[in-house]
């Protein structure tokens, strides 16, 4: 089992930054390929970003260039810092951790998520 606690959501003005953290509780995360997902009010849960075991990063188009995923193994920790934040970025953020090495983009390639943060941004 790996248990996951997103921090850093918020209420940002447009242009703004705010970095996401997640913390695992298991000290194999460096193991796991981490990803964080997005779900606004009324819509389904899409993809963000995603960083393999060995660094690999994914972004999806639209974060591309304003995003950026991170993590650091020491702290069983994964980031995703988020900038030149827009309206339409607004959505509760979801970690989460698989253990399989393929289509980070996909929701069924996790098996373990956090409960998620607010993060919304203001125009």
């Known amino acids: 089992q790996v248990q996951l606690v997103e921090s850093g959501g918020g209420l940002v003005q447009a242009g703004g930054s705010l970095r996401l953290s997640c913390a695992a509780s298991r000290s194999t995360f460096s193991s796991y390929g981490m990803g964080w997902f997005r779900q606004a009010p009324g819509k389904e849960r899409k993809f963000v970003a995603a960083?393999?075991?060995?660094?690999?990063?994914y972004y999806t188009d639209s974060v591309k260039g304003r995003f950026t995923i991170s993590r650091d193994n020491a702290k069983d920790t994964v980031y995703l810092q988020m900038n030149s934040l827009k309206p339409e970025d607004t959505a509760v953020y979801y970690c989460?951790?698989?253990?399989?090495?393929?289509?980070?983009?996909?929701?069924?390639?996790?098996?373990?998520w956090g409960r998620g943060t607010q993060v919304t941004v203001s125009s």
């Open positions: 960083i393999s075991r060995s660094g690999g990063t």
């Open positions: 989460a951790a698989t253990s399989l090495d393929l289509r980070y983009d996909l929701g069924t390639s996790y098996g373990y």
